[in-house]
T-cell receptor
Framework: ETGVTQTPRHLVMGMTNKKSLKCEQH?????MYWYKQSAKKPLELMFV???????ENNSVPSRFSPECPNSSHLFLHLHTLQPEDSALYLC????????????????FGEGSRLTVL | GNSVTQMEGPVTLSEEAFLTINCTYT??????LFWYVQYPGEGLQLLLK?????DKGSNKGFEATYRKETTSFHLEKGSVQVSDSAVYFC?????????????FGQGTELSVKP
């Protein structure tokens, strides 16, 4: 148990559906992240939030829309996805924003396995 | 740009064998280096880290030494167990980036047979 909970663990959706992934952290951290994990590829950083403000948007298609209503919750809203978006989506948090001036550890959730038909 | 390259997997070993998983990096300046591990069905968790050249990170019998001259951070363990079967990710934190970016390699799957 890492203190970061993701729901749902598995999601199957059609290309015209709208769904959301939810992440909740119980660690009192100030920064939260969405990563995409695809087979045989490096983890891709999608979005970073610090104190509920987005600080990084890594050229992610607009069909992915993040929301951070407070420092404990992070959502990823999905609409009109493509089959190539099928992947494991990982949420993570850290005490403060990871940078070169700190060696902050990321705490990951177990991920939401997304399949787009 | 900054990047991390790991050896291709899967790596298959017998129990008690010696493990090395290679990791090399490209970065401007002096990044911090990490190894994360992902057990089946779980998220990633930090295994060890090193923050400056010649530092050795260690945890659970695993070790990695920050080698600036070869830009490497190879993961080693003297005697692996079946329970070490997992995917291992090498990562670095960009020394000049204040935007929360931890850069990961593609992961190396380790399978340990009894």
């Amino acid at each position: 148990e890492t203190g970061v909970t993701q729901t749902p663990r598995h999601l199957v959706m059609g290309m015209t559906n709208k769904k959301s992934l939810k992440c909740e952290q119980h660690l009192g951290h100030n920064a939260m992240y969405w990563y995409k994990q695809s087979a045989k590829k490096p983890l891709e950083l999608m979005f970073v939030y610090s104190l509920e403000e987005r600080v990084e948007n890594n050229s992610v298609p607009s069909r992915f829309s993040p929301e951070c209503p407070n420092s404990s919750h992070l959502f990823l809203h999905l609409h009109t996805l493509q089959p190539e978006d099928s992947a494991l989506y990982l949420c993570a948090s850290s005490q403060e924003l990871v940078s070169g001036t700190n060696t902050g550890e990321l705490f990951f959730g177990e991920g939401s396995r997304l399949t787009v038909l | 740009g900054n990047s991390v390259t790991q050896m291709e997997g899967p790596v298959t070993l017998s129990e008690e064998a010696f493990l090395t998983i290679n990791c090399t990096y490209t970065a401007t300046g002096y990044p911090s280096l990490f190894w994360y591990v992902q057990y089946p069905g779980e998220g990633l968790q930090l295994l060890l880290k090193a923050t400056k050249a010649d530092d050795k990170g260690s945890n659970k019998g695993f070790e990695a030494t920050y080698r600036k001259e070869t830009t490497s951070f190879h993961l080693e363990k003297g005697s692996v167990q079946v329970s070490d079967s997992a995917v291992y990710f090498c990562a670095l934190s960009d020394p000049w980036n204040q935007g929360g970016k931890l850069i990961f390699g593609q992961g190396t799957e380790l399978s340990v047979k009894p």
